[in-house]
């Protein structure tokens, strides 16, 4: 994340506590916590996603088919993240053929009773339905991401005139399980298909690479995203809008890829255009070359934080957005965009185990 955000927090703060001195003090044990990593009963391993959007309703309807193996003891159940969702149904899958499984769900965790014991040899196969309705969900942010709710409708129904309608997610912490069931901790890792249903007018970006796109007869479009490298479920990513996609030179016959709103076409190679030269400097200083399919660059409205550097689609503020008059001065935005390419390597191929060693991600991407 862009850490500018987290310093303009640390250097307001002291002047809050001081401007209110009658309030009782917030509980900071937790500081004094080492949070260790999150026990490992069952791993994931891969999560395919089908999802539509209800822009009225701010809402999305997902079908999911998560694959899971147990770590290293037999098991017979899994406990599983879900924030907010309505659970329509829940089956194990054989071969093509569902089995209905027992469960229980408190608005936060799913608990799971599979139809057998499994062991470290075997992967099963769960189908979920379910509605995610982050709309509905009671969160809180933090001093470096300003809100949780991991899946946002930016002017869904167009009644703001001057903003565009956009859908894009934001997964750290733990919010990507507020859109999709997952095992949501930095110690699990799983391979990715998405597939996108949204008008045909807008475009979509996730993770990996787009492979298909299939045109339906209501006016949508079936966009179909695969991820084969293993990563967090933190760093799952989905953008939706009307945007210009601005393809600069490949790095080594990967796409280098920039997502803007149409007005800002012109300006976005002088904004992200050094792309290319970070990814061969930070590759040869590092010894490991760019590890992913591609690179893209896209920029939310209203985003809750600086940037995020989901696998291989980074999120940007609008304030990445500049013209020639202001890049003319120079780009503000440059230390961001290097800092979010770095946690391509340090973050996101090499992730923290647990949230309490997140500095280490951070540090490594200032330094870049």
Do not use: C
């Amino acid at each position: 994340m862009k850490r500018i955000v987290l310093m303009m927090a640390i250097t307001v703060f002291p002047a809050l506590l001081w401007a209110q001195p009658n309030e009782e003090p917030k509980d900071t044990a937790w500081k004094k916590v080492f949070r260790e990593s999150y026990p490992v009963i069952n791993s994931l391993v891969h999560t395919k996603l089908d999802v539509t959007f209800n822009y009225a309703k701010s809402q999305l309807n997902g079908k999911e088919w998560l694959t899971l193996k147990p770590h290293f003891y037999p098991t017979d159940s899994v406990l599983l993240d879900a924030k907010g969702m309505d659970i329509k149904q829940v089956s194990i899958m054989n071969g093509m053929n569902k089995k209905s499984l027992k469960y229980t769900y408190d608005s936060m965790k799913l608990n799971i009773k599979l139809d057998k014991t499994y062991t470290r040899n075997d992967k099963y196969t769960l189908y979920i339905e379910y509605t995610a309705k982050p709309n509905e969900l009671k969160t809180e942010g933090s001093a470096a991401i300003t809100d949780a709710k991991g899946l946002y409708f930016i002017n869904p129904t167009g009644q703001e005139k001057d903003k565009p309608t956009q859908i894009w997610t934001q997964g750290e912490t733990e919010a990507s399980s507020v859109w999709f069931v997952t095992i949501d901790k930095p110690n699990q890792k799983t391979t990715q298909e998405m597939y996108m249903t949204v008008p045909a007018k807008y475009v979509t970006l996730s993770n990996g690479l787009l492979k298909s796109q299939k045109k339906n007869t209501d006016g949508t479009r079936t966009d179909y995203w695969k991820m084969d490298q293993p990563h967090a479920p933190y760093l799952f990513f989905m953008g939706v809008g009307d945007y210009a996609i601005i393809k600069d030179a490949p790095y080594k016959g990967k796409e280098v890829s920039y997502y803007v709103e149409k007005e800002y076409a012109p300006y976005a190679k002088g904004i992200f255009g050094n792309t290319p030269e970070m990814m061969k400097f930070f590759s040869d200083k590092l010894g490991v070359e760019y590890p992913w399919d591609k690179y893209s660059q896209i920029v939310g409205r209203d985003y809750v934080s600086g940037a995020m550097e989901n696998t291989t689609a980074t999120l940007h503020q609008e304030s990445a957005y500049q013209n020639n008059r202001q890049l003319a001065d120079g780009n503000g935005w440059e230390e961001t965009i290097a800092h979010e390419l770095f946690h391509q390597w340090f973050g996101d191929l090499v992730t923290a185990e647990s949230w309490s060693n997140l500095t280490v991600n951070e540090s490594f991407a200032n330094y870049s």
